[in-house]
């Protein structure tokens, strides 16, 4: 699948008609600080599920709040130009999700181990394709606890974080270029792993 701009299927919350965008929002609370509070409605959802794929949901809890604390303090530095927030709180979370290397490779040892995706919607009640859904699930998770933490990092930004590529270079401050080689990179070694298999590809769909 070749790289793209932004991820087929995701797309950022929509504010609705006429609402102000994250940057105005942003903008305002740097005077009235409760304006932040629609900063956390809008995306602390999204926030949690990708947070809790990657963690698991008795650490999560802290990081995404840890994530809106930093933002809260940090948000006179926020670049209004950026009408989209989400690059910027990902990029928080990133940095957060990243002092808990053990427990992410731990959630991924017990996904590979069971296939309880904490987040994942079941597929279908039919027990053959739950069992085939579960399956993919474990041998993903396998491959991507083997990957380098850098590459596993922006394609999970991707596939489960629904950013593009453009956002996810801004969430971890490198360029572009770097986030599609790395994407390269881990997609090659995840087909290696799984017999020429790109599971997140359809991830993509699912959850961006």
Not at 71 to 87: E, K, W
Request: contains cysteine; proline residues 7%; charged residues 30%.
């Amino acid at each position: 699948m070749r790289p793209t701009s932004r991820t087929p299927g995701a797309f950022p919350p929509q504010a609705t008609e006429g609402a102000p965008d994250d940057a105005e929002i942003l903008a305002r609370s740097r005077r009235e600080p409760e304006r932040f509070a629609e900063i956390f409605h809008r995306h602390a959802a999204p926030i949690k599920r990708y947070v809790t794929r990657r963690l698991g949901p008795d650490v999560a809890e802290d990081v995404v709040a840890e994530t809106f604390l930093i933002a809260f303090r940090q948000r006179s530095g926020y670049d209004t130009s950026r009408p989209d927030a989400r690059p910027w709180l990902y990029g928080i979370a990133a940095n957060l999700i990243g002092r808990h290397r053990r427990t992410e490779l731990r959630q991924l040892q017990i996904l590979a181990r069971t296939g309880d995706d904490p987040v994942c919607e079941s597929f279908t009640d039919r027990s053959d394709s739950r069992v085939s859904a579960d399956a993919v699930r474990r041998r993903l998770a396998a491959a991507l606890a083997g990957l380098a933490p850098e590459y596993r990092e922006a394609l999970l930004l991707v596939t489960w974080g629904g950013l593009g590529y453009e956002d996810a270079a801004r969430a971890l401050n490198v360029p572009i270029g770097t986030i599609r080689s790395r994407i390269s990179r881990a997609r090659s070694k995840l087909r290696a792993a799984l017999g020429g298999v790109d599971p997140t590809s359809a991830s993509e769909e699912s959850h961006g």
